[in-house]
């Protein structure tokens, strides 16, 4: 084994510059990849946090409101009421129906209109009577809105979910082009470990030919050429983790969190994962492009 590491050290100073090179492509591309990840696990993390809350509103008619299933200058009547009431609770998709008269609305609208000028020229009159609808599953939520979208005495059926969506779909975007960048480069760097692999059996190509005829195994040649590599990847992998570190310190801890308190950011259990792996995708891309370059130089 004094050979082996004997031999890598060698390499690693002949190939210098090559070998910082993949360093720095190694840091780069897998930083991309490590702020992929968090930010797939931050997206995650939204989703479980909303679409848990997420409900839907059917808004009763008033004798202001305007649509198609509304009379006018009527109010939602009883039997329209409960029939609503009981298509809703007759779904499969409804996990939970409450009912919320204008007076129970006002009482919410007087706690979040407190302190402002508005609260004096409003009273119940002004509200609509509605059901709030906490579905099975939130990502299923079609079918109860269609079947009541077009009852008489619905004016209009609200779901978080045309507000949340758009975000989710920006979110996603962002994650999946981070990721994209990085995948190339992390493909540059395993172009570049290869060559730089690949000149080396070259220069060594003497050395090893006598050693495949003294009955050398295959494993005792690359061991060096896989040090090399393994070597250049750890240590590219080993900055990534700082900066996803730093990152979550300086950008998530001290600045997000205290700006926006109601989201819930990621943490360092989310870190440790993406550092996993970072550290799994770096050791598999410098042993397969070290194995494919010193390959046609194992053969007499």
Sequence with gaps: ???????????????????LAVIVTMWVSLSLFGVGLLAAQQVDLIKGRWYDRIEITVFLCTAD??????????????????????TLESNAEVAQVFYQSKDEVFEEFKQAYADSPILSSMSADNMQDLFRIKLVDPEEYQGVQSAVSGMPGVQAVQDLRQYLDPLFEWLNLGQWLTVGASVLLLVAAALQIGNTIRMAAFSRRREIGIMRLVGASNFYIMAPFLIESLVAALVGAALACGTLAALEQFVIIEKAKPAIETIQWIGWEHVGLAMVGLVVVAVVLSIIPTLIATRRYLRV
């Design 1 to 19: 084994m004094r050979h082996t590491f004997r031999e890598a050290l060698s390499g690693l100073r002949r190939n210098l510059s090559m070998t």
């Design 65 to 86: 409101s305007s649509g198609p299933n509304c009379e006018p200058g009527q109010n939602t009547t009883d039997a329209q009421r409960e029939a609503i009431r009981s």
